[in-house]
């Protein structure tokens, strides 16, 4: 079965410093991966999304991830924080075997600190 | 073009009564799916309706369920309403899933949330 695991429930970061939200996965079979934010009283907004076509995928506002299969892994980054960043994280994974229902990590809430 | 749209946004209840949660779709989007979202187990997947036939149903007792209309709304039902059900309930459409040429990004919904006493 298809698991994701996002390690730090809690990460702290100054504003301008670089972003780093970890996400490992386990899928037997090729996987697709997302990362939402979901902000204080609201749904979940899709950041970015890994199809099996580039590994480094670019998203919204600034972040990007990196698919390293050998790895499993599924890393958030963005270079310099802003206070709006403010948020939670959850990395996803889905494949043909849970058809392609979304399996989310337990959430990161990012602190952004002036 | 409008987003999900989920109703009532939130509603409390008793135990033991039954509650309906309704949504709308983006227009055009003809798959949509359920997920509840709680402190303890985080997000977790409900079921899935795609052209008004339940495509995928995850592990949730049967006191959950759900249907969807010829129009794409959908609507969730929650019988015998246990204190554990209360939680942020997710709606997300979805032109398709991947698989079909799709990449089965999902559309969310702000959520409706629901508290049993």
């Known amino acids: 079965a298809q698991s994701v695991t996002q390690l730090g429930s809690h990460v702290s970061v100054s504003e301008g410093a670089l972003v780093l939200l970890r996400c490992n996965y386990s899928s037997s079979v090729p996987p697709y991966l997302f990362w939402y934010v979901q902000y204080p009283n609201q749904g979940l907004q899709l950041l970015l999304k890994?199809?099996?076509?580039?590994?480094l995928v670019k998203g919204i506002n600034g972040f990007e991830a990196e698919f390293k299969k050998s790895e499993t892994s599924f890393h958030l980054t963005k270079p310099s924080a802003h206070m709006s960043d403010a948020a939670e994280y959850f990395c996803a994974v889905s494949d043909s075997n849970s058809g392609y229902a979304l399996n989310f990590g337990k959430g990161t809430s990012l602190l952004v600190t002036p | 073009k409008a987003g999900v749209t989920q109703t009532p946004r939130y509603l409390i209840k008793t135990r033991g009564q039954q509650v309906t949660l309704s949504c709308s779709p983006i227009?055009?989007?003809?798959?949509v799916s359920w997920y509840q979202q709680t402190p303890g187990q985080g997000l977790q997947f409900l079921f899935e309706?795609?052209?008004?036939?339940?495509?995928n149903k995850g592990n949730f007792p049967g006191r959950f369920s759900g249907r969807q209309f010829s129009n794409s709304r959908s609507e969730m039902n929650v019988s015998t309403l246990e204190l554990g059900d209360s939680a942020l309930y997710l709606c997300?459409?979805?032109?398709?899933?991947?698989?079909?040429?799709?990449?089965?990004?999902?559309?969310f919904g702000e959520g409706s949330r629901l508290t049993v006493l």
């Open positions: 890994y199809t099996s076509a580039a590994t």
């Open positions: 309706y795609f052209s008004e036939t339940q495509r």
């Open positions: 227009s055009g989007h003809r798959s």
């Open positions: 997300a459409s979805s032109n398709d899933p991947p698989g079909a040429g799709n990449t089965g990004e999902l559309f």
